[in-house]
């Protein structure tokens, strides 16, 4: 692979493997934030498992498909240190093989006037580069950043957005000759997820009441929805929904390549926590 091949994918915005289910408003929300010259820095926040990443690529490929603007990203959830991922953001931003003392200055050279909009994933745990990424707005003219947070960066000019659980309200179609009964976001989630592995799955007036208090249930965290989708395997979901009652390690998945952090919710929590 060529050094060029090499940094375009490192840097391209990752292509998730499920379905991106609802938040539509959200998204048309950020977007149009992120189309303000004004606005240079959006933060997602918000717990472990509600979504910010899916929704950041979101964001940024509707950006990137019809803006036409040139989208990079840097991921931090394996940084350990400020230093580390600072330099991460710089090759993210095309500038490679540089020292952390110069990285901010090499990239205010670099990238004075050019307009690029950077999502930078996981920030919550290397807060300490708020001061280094003030810097490089206040010195570049057009490049935006879009962050990943449990916490914000207070900083100024950053604008916070606390991603909110999904719907777990059905919404009525006013179609009463529907074959499917209206669904939330949450049950739609859920119902997606259980068709990866058992594509017979259907929603119906049997099992949507059961379905729906699962996602009430979890309140509609998109992480705990899909692991309790996939527990379907051998639990059926009115058994689920008995056994979910102060059972955090019922909610996991075997799945390689979802980060450790990631596969239960204990986990999440215990990661948040330290």
């Excluded at 934030?33 to 509707?62: M, N, Q, S």
């Excluded at 009441?209 to 309140?219: F, H, K, N, T």
Aim: glycine letters at 4%; hydrophobic letters at 40%.
């Amino acid at each position: 692979m060529s050094t060029t091949e090499s940094t375009l994918a490192a840097t391209s915005l990752p292509r998730p493997l499920t379905r991106f289910i609802g938040r539509q408003d959200e998204i048309d929300t950020l977007v149009s934030l992120l189309r303000r010259d004004d606005v240079r820095i959006v933060t997602l926040t918000g717990p472990g498992g509600i979504g910010k990443t899916r929704l950041a690529i979101e964001v940024a490929r509707e950006i990137e498909e019809h803006s036409g603007r040139d989208v990079r990203f840097a991921t931090l959830a394996t940084i350990q240190n400020a230093h580390d991922a600072m330099l991460r953001v710089a090759a993210a931003l095309g500038l490679w093989n540089c020292q952390y003392t110069d990285a901010v200055p090499r990239l205010i050279d670099l990238l004075r006037n050019d307009q690029i909009l950077l999502l930078v994933d996981n920030l919550e745990h290397v807060t300490e580069i708020a001061g280094d990424i003030a810097n490089l707005l206040s010195n570049t003219s057009r490049l935006q950043i879009l962050a990943t947070s449990r916490i914000p960066l207070h900083i100024q000019g950053e604008r916070e957005y606390s991603v909110p659980q999904l719907s777990t309200q059905s919404v009525d179609t006013g179609n009463p000759s529907a074959s499917t009964p209206p669904a939330s976001e949450a049950v739609e989630l859920f119902v997606d997820r259980v068709r990866s592995i058992d594509n017979s799955f259907s929603l119906d007036e049997t099992n949507i009441d059961v379905i729906a208090a699962i996602c009430d249930r979890l309140e509609g965290l998109p992480l705990a929805i899909e692991l309790a989708a996939a527990r379907t395997r051998v639990l059926p979901p009115p058994v689920l929904l008995n056994r979910l009652e102060n059972q955090l390690d019922l909610l996991r998945t075997r799945a390689r390549d979802v980060p450790a952090r990631l596969r239960t919710i204990r986990a999440t929590i215990d990661w948040s926590y330290q």
